[in-house]
């Protein structure tokens, strides 16, 4: 029996409409899955103009010619006497993070064996600008390397790092149209593989970022950890299903991958539980590396020809809103 205002027997009687709703719902899905569930769907038909609909010219969807040029003679000039002023190891199959001034070079080595690391960047005075993988995907490629920029998030749309060394550039792309240094794939977490494996492991590359961050003093840390750059990851889709794959990585010991800070940086670097990702991922099987990260200061007459940290995107904000 409901006493009091009318207000908590609108209420109530609202709850039960929904739930009288939610289960027709249910009963009609379930009936129309009793009625297909022996029925069998071929696949539609080519219209007749299907080979002139699919020989449409394919067309880059971002023209980057406007975008800064990647001045080489510069950042060659700052890799030349720059000072190594910090470091950090990242341990098997867990996460740490990493600070980089503006102006400096952070570079992620190969120290033991072939190993594969998940990267988060976040300017460091203000969380909220975060690493943008897919856009940095559309405006450079699937995989990075030399001369690729590291793009942050909306609404500051800018380089947070730019590649200046890659030591495994020679790679390219391989027969199955595999490549190194993914920004396709998101990272290894706990979530996809509860679900495909029903099983708990706390050291995928998502809680060891999570880890990391938290060691910051982020009280929200997982919130903040984002899509990732795949440093040393080999990837590709395949031809026939153009699923998602991986192969062993080419990487060895003392191969790296160098970047100029753009903007002041908080890196966090996850050493995967795949190792090399020839095999697996998400648990404790394969043999895993630590890596290293190295922090240098470049000499102070090539910062100072150095125009600054770029300035956020021009646009206005207001969405078309008055």
């Not at 090539?302 to 600054?308: A, E, F, K, Q, R």
Request: glycine share 8%.
């Amino acid at each position: 029996t409901i006493v009091g205002s009318t207000e908590p027997k609108m209420a109530y009687a609202a709850q039960l409409h929904s739930r009288q709703l939610v289960r027709m719902q249910l009963w009609s899905m379930s009936k129309w899955a009793r009625g297909h569930a022996c029925s069998t769907f071929s696949p539609a038909a080519s219209p007749p103009d299907a080979a002139h609909r699919k020989s449409a010219k394919a067309v880059i969807c971002y023209a980057v010619e406007s975008l800064p040029r990647f001045d080489a003679a510069f950042y060659d000039r700052a890799r030349t006497g720059m000072t190594k002023v910090d470091e950090v190891v990242v341990p098997p199959r867990d996460g740490r993070t990493f600070k980089v001034p503006a102006g400096h070079v952070f570079r992620i080595v190969s120290v033991e064996g072939p190993q594969v690391g998940d990267l988060n960047l976040w300017n460091s005075e203000n969380l909220l600008e975060r690493f943008y993988s897919s856009k940095t995907r559309q405006l450079h490629a699937t995989h990075l390397t030399r001369g690729d920029r590291l793009w942050s998030s909306f609404p500051n749309m800018r380089p947070m790092a730019t590649i200046i060394h890659d030591t495994l550039e020679w790679y390219g792309w391989d027969e199955d149209g595999g490549g190194v240094h993914d920004v396709i794939g998101s990272r290894c977490d706990p979530y996809t593989n509860a679900v495909l494996k029903g099983v708990d492991y706390n050291n995928c590359c998502h809680s060891n970022l999570t880890r990391a961050l938290l060691g910051e003093g982020v009280s929200d840390a997982e919130a903040y950890v984002h899509d990732v750059l795949n440093v040393f990851m080999c990837t590709g889709f395949t031809k026939d299903t153009h699923q998602y794959f991986m192969k062993a990585s080419p990487v060895r010991p003392g191969d790296f991958i160098e970047f100029f800070a753009e903007i002041p940086l908080l890196g966090a670097l996850s050493a995967c539980p795949g190792g090399d990702c020839g095999s697996s991922h998400s648990d404790d099987d394969t043999r895993c590396y630590p890596l290293l990260v190295e922090i240098y200061r470049p000499m102070d007459e090539v910062l100072s020809d150095w125009p600054g940290s770029p300035k956020s995107s021009s646009y206005c904000g207001n969405h078309g809103l008055k």
